[in-house]
């Protein structure tokens, strides 16, 4: 028999486990973000413990190692001041004429639908920085964006 019909086991036509691609750039997190990464992998060894079947082990086993990764990555960001947006500072502005509110906070603490973005964001990286009263430049206009208010996240 040729070799081309032969086939050595169904290992071979296995989709190929990868790693959690791990987001470039330094892991800031707050406070808060930190514990979140914390628990998380708390979480996970759990799971693990109580887990039997192979393949949900070898897949929490990645998400432990991700999350491992980021908290041994993890550099916490001083406490901010309040006067300019930063990492973990709450921002409201007016954006093409709506009123927004959005917390700047690291890549594992972000959550969108909460209102909370990672400062690696588009429109956070736009903010970073600003003051009360500044008008940003944002999505190629000079006045897109007017700093309302700036608060530290608690």
Known sequence: ???AFRREGD????????EI??????????PRGLELISNRVAEIETRIAGLSDEAEINI???DLRYWQTREVMAE??????GDTVEIGTRVT???????RSLGIVGDDEADPAGGLVSYAAPLARALMG???????????????????????IA
């Open 1 to 3: 028999m040729s070799v």
């Open 11 to 18: 290992e071979e036509h296995l989709e190929p486990k990868f």
């Open 21 to 30: 691609p791990i987001p470039p750039g330094p892991n800031w997190v707050t």
């Open 60 to 62: 929490a086993r990645r």
């Open 76 to 81: 916490l960001v001083a406490q901010p001041g």
């Open 93 to 99: 502005f007016r954006l093409g004429g709506k009123l």
């Open 130 to 152: 600003a003051e009360v009263g500044d008008v940003l430049e944002f999505a190629g206009k000079d006045d897109a964006i007017e700093v309302l208010e700036i608060a530290v």
